[in-house]
């Protein structure tokens, strides 16, 4: 059995990134651009593009909005906390957002 901190590290943070390198990638961003905007490798990018890695949640319209939203951010400069912006919308997913592992999930 996995814990709750294993499914997020392995499973919800991967499908979080790959979503918003796609995003990133189809609003015409490169792959290398792409990497340094996230904090990741550029081989992370090319995985998370070609869907070899990541791709294990569907996400609900409001959560693939507001990772919309976060590409968007990203390009015109508009983010100060990478981190805090990922940790909201992996609290999105979450039914209960006391069980936030985190401890960034807002209101904490």
Do not use: H
């Not at 550029?42 to 990772?67: C, H, L, M, T, W």
């Amino acid at each position: 059995m996995k814990s709750p901190c294993e499914e997020i590290v392995w499973n919800v943070l991967p499908s979080i990134r790959a979503a918003i390198a796609e995003e990133l990638i189809k609003r015409g961003i490169s792959q290398k651009d792409v990497s340094k905007m996230l904090g990741i490798t550029p081989p992370a990018v090319s995985q998370y593009v070609s869907k070899k890695r990541g791709y294990n949640i569907e996400f609900r319209e409001d959560i693939r909005e507001a990772i919309g939203g976060l590409a968007e951010d990203l390009i015109d400069g508009k983010v100060d906390d990478l981190v805090r912006r990922i940790c909201d919308i992996c609290c999105m997913l979450q039914d209960d957002e006391s069980a936030c592992i985190s401890g960034r999930c807002k209101g904490k």
